[in-house]
């Protein structure tokens, strides 16, 4: 018995295995690495059926045997013990058999400076009973934790970073506390730190602390003359739709047209029809600038114009009184709908109605200043959509002050051809509005890629281009009208 205490008392007091200490002296990763091959290489002493082993104290004195400290605190169990070790030996994973005595030994004795009581009952167990571990996990031989990180990652829980390094890790992505920054002066230091490293993340986030951490007035007043992160702010509260907060600061900043801008925003999330068009009529009287005021002004103008048509609409399609609503029912409400689409449905449904009515396209057009080229466009849509060719050929005629008429798009006469072949206008149509094309290259080919067969000879023989003329003969059917009159126009190449 003396012999192996003596070799156990040379074995723990090598220079290859010391005790664990929480002391600071060290560098801490290497002290953690210590106790854990310490008391890892625990398991080969125990496994001896000899109990009586010296044990070793966290501060490095012997104060006694395993098997003493565990008789001891059993206080006569000696017999259960010699059960479990036994049963332990031959598989057994029950831990039933252990003792259960209270202890008279506290942790405080047993551990000699501060330490984790989590963590010191842990290694305490680990040391006292290896085989334990069989009962969580069989596999595992290792008795402390995995202590793989790097020093410097080790010290990311450490609170003695500075504004310049906190920023830089949280910019490699690292989980830093900010709580540590409480005075005004290092909020501020960490704030311009963020700005300086260019990372829009970083920004928010600090930015996000000090909001929470700060007074409003006091943040205002350092975020004015921080004008990057100041925007970063203002970005932020309109995304999180902090409209109370954002509406704060910038009256404080005394950008009057901005929080009317903000006021004028909330208008979105209001359902109710009749309450938005109430709001937007006390928007108009905010500070906005002279060209946001009369937007405003045709957002309420339009709105309250929508509430009329749509009511009047949806009595004539429930009575069904128009046949147009019976042959084309709406598809969706006209409420809340821009001012173009407002339009398309006013040339679709209210076309020939006189310019005095609220839904006429003409009275629209009058009232919102609505370009020509817009119009024309958009009536040109509707019309062709319902295949009404005479609205087509009167939207696009006009009369000169002598009395003479003349087609005239102001969109072109090239866009009408395109959008006329989208809504599946017959050839006729189309080669009507394709012989008014100007550009030769573009009218022939647009003639051809439609087959406009009569616009293609056309323009081949006022360009005197028998060449193409007879490539083209091919491309017609045999026997055909077109096919004929090629023959008729190359004849009278000939006989001139």
Same mark, same amino acid.
């Given at each position: 018995?003396?012999?192996?205490?003596?070799?156990?008392?040379?074995?723990?007091?090598?220079?290859?295995?010391?005790?664990?200490?929480?002391?600071? &002296?060290?560098?801490?990763?290497?002290?953690?690495? &210590?106790?854990?091959?310490?008391?890892?290489?625990?398991?080969?002493?125990?496994?001896?059926?000899?109990?009586?082993?010296?044990?070793?104290?966290?501060?490095?004195?012997?104060?006694?045997?395993?098997?003493?400290?565990?008789?001891?605190?059993?206080?006569?169990? $000696?017999?259960?013990?010699?059960?479990?070790?036994?049963?332990?030996?031959?598989?057994?994973?029950?831990?039933?058999?252990?003792?259960?005595?209270?202890?008279?030994?506290?942790?405080?004795?047993?551990?000699?400076? &501060?330490?984790?009581?989590?963590?010191?009952?842990?290694?305490?167990?680990?040391?006292?009973?290896?085989?334990?571990?069989? +009962?969580?996990?069989?596999?595992?031989?290792?008795?402390?934790?995995?202590?793989?990180?790097?020093?410097?990652?080790?010290?990311?829980?450490?609170?003695?970073?500075?504004?310049?390094?906190?920023?830089?890790?949280?910019?490699?992505?690292?989980?830093?506390?900010?709580?540590?920054?409480?005075?005004?002066?290092?909020?501020?230091?960490?704030?311009?730190?963020? %700005?300086?490293?260019?990372?829009?993340?970083?920004?928010?986030?600090?930015?996000?602390?000090?909001?929470?951490?700060? !007074?409003?007035?006091?943040?205002?007043?350092?975020?004015?003359?921080?004008?990057?992160?100041?925007?970063?702010?203002?970005?932020?509260?309109?995304?999180?739709?902090?409209?109370?907060?954002?509406?704060?600061?910038?009256?404080?900043?005394?950008?009057?047209?901005?929080?009317?801008?903000?006021?004028?925003?909330?208008?979105?999330?209001?359902?109710?029809? &009749?309450?938005?068009?109430?709001?937007?009529?006390?928007?108009?009287?905010?500070?906005?600038?002279?060209?946001?005021?009369?937007?405003?002004?045709?957002?309420? $103008?339009?709105?309250?114009?929508?509430?009329?048509?749509?009511?009047?609409?949806?009595?004539?399609?429930?009575?069904?009184?128009?046949?147009?609503?019976?042959?084309?029912?709406?598809?969706?409400?006209? +409420?809340?709908?821009?001012?173009?689409?407002?339009?398309?449905?006013?040339?679709?449904?209210?076309?020939?109605?006189?310019?005095?009515?609220?839904?006429?396209?003409?009275?629209?057009?009058?009232?919102?200043?609505?370009?020509?080229?817009?119009?024309?466009?958009?009536?040109?849509?509707?019309?062709?959509?319902?295949?009404?060719?005479?609205?087509?050929?009167?939207?696009? $005629?006009?009369?000169?002050?002598?009395?003479?008429?003349?087609?005239?798009?102001?969109?072109?006469?090239?866009?009408?051809?395109?959008?006329?072949? !989208?809504?599946?206008?017959?050839?006729?149509?189309?080669?009507?509005?394709?012989?008014?094309?100007?550009?030769?290259?573009?009218?022939?080919?647009?003639?051809?890629?439609?087959?406009?067969?009569?616009? %293609?000879?056309?323009?081949?023989?006022?360009?005197?281009?028998?060449?193409?003329?007879?490539?083209?003969?091919?491309?017609?059917?045999?026997?055909?009208?077109?096919?004929?009159?090629?023959?008729?126009?190359?004849?009278?190449?000939?006989?001139?």
């Amino acid at each position: 018995m003396s012999r192996v205490r003596a070799d156990e008392e040379e074995y723990w007091h090598s220079s290859k295995f010391r005790a664990f200490t929480f002391d600071d &002296e060290d560098d801490e990763l290497s002290q953690l690495k &210590e106790s854990k091959r310490a008391v890892n290489s625990l398991r080969d002493i125990v496994d001896d059926d000899d109990d009586d082993l010296e044990r070793v104290s966290w501060s490095g004195e012997p104060v006694g045997s395993i098997s003493w400290s565990i008789k001891e605190t059993a206080s006569g169990s $000696t017999s259960s013990l010699d059960g479990r070790d036994s049963s332990l030996q031959k598989g057994s994973s029950s831990y039933a058999a252990l003792p259960k005595q209270p202890s008279s030994y506290s942790l405080s004795s047993l551990f000699k400076g &501060e330490m984790d009581v989590n963590q010191g009952f842990y290694v305490l167990l680990s040391c006292a009973f290896p085989s334990l571990s069989a +009962l969580t996990d069989t596999g595992v031989k290792n008795y402390a934790p995995e202590l793989r990180r790097p020093k410097a990652e080790y010290k990311d829980y450490s609170s003695d970073w500075s504004p310049k390094d906190t920023v830089r890790r949280m910019q490699r992505g690292k989980v830093c506390s900010l709580e540590r920054f409480r005075s005004l002066q290092d909020k501020l230091v960490l704030l311009d730190e963020a %700005v300086a490293g260019h990372d829009g993340n970083v920004i928010t986030a600090v930015l996000i602390f000090l909001k929470r951490t700060l !007074r409003r007035e006091i943040l205002f007043r350092e975020l004015e003359v921080r004008q990057v992160a100041l925007c970063h702010l203002i970005h932020f509260l309109r995304e999180t739709g902090e409209q109370k907060f954002l509406l704060d600061l910038l009256r404080f900043l005394d950008r009057t047209e901005e929080v009317a801008l903000s006021q004028y925003r909330e208008h979105l999330n209001i359902q109710d029809v &009749e309450k938005r068009r109430e709001f937007l009529k006390g928007c108009i009287g905010l500070p906005f600038s002279s060209e946001d005021t009369s937007h405003i002004q045709d957002h309420y $103008t339009l709105l309250e114009r929508q509430i009329i048509i749509e009511a009047n609409d949806r009595h004539l399609e429930m009575a069904g009184q128009s046949e147009l609503f019976r042959k084309y029912p709406r598809k969706a409400s006209i +409420l809340n709908m821009p001012l173009v689409t407002t339009l398309f449905y006013s040339c679709f449904y209210h076309y020939t109605e006189a310019e005095g009515m609220f839904s006429s396209p003409t009275n629209l057009k009058k009232t919102f200043k609505i370009p020509d080229k817009q119009y024309v466009l958009t009536a040109l849509a509707a019309r062709a959509k319902l295949r009404a060719w005479g609205d087509v050929d009167a939207l696009l $005629t006009t009369k000169n002050w002598l009395g003479y008429t003349k087609k005239k798009a102001p969109i072109g006469f090239h866009r009408v051809v395109e959008i006329l072949q !989208r809504n599946n206008a017959p050839v006729q149509v189309l080669q009507e509005y394709v012989r008014l094309v100007e550009d030769v290259d573009t009218r022939l080919n647009l003639a051809t890629k439609y087959k406009c067969h009569d616009v %293609v000879i056309e323009t081949y023989r006022d360009l005197k281009d028998r060449i193409q003329l007879t490539a083209y003969k091919c491309k017609v059917e045999r026997g055909s009208a077109e096919e004929e009159k090629i023959n008729s126009i190359l004849n009278n190449v000939v006989r001139n």
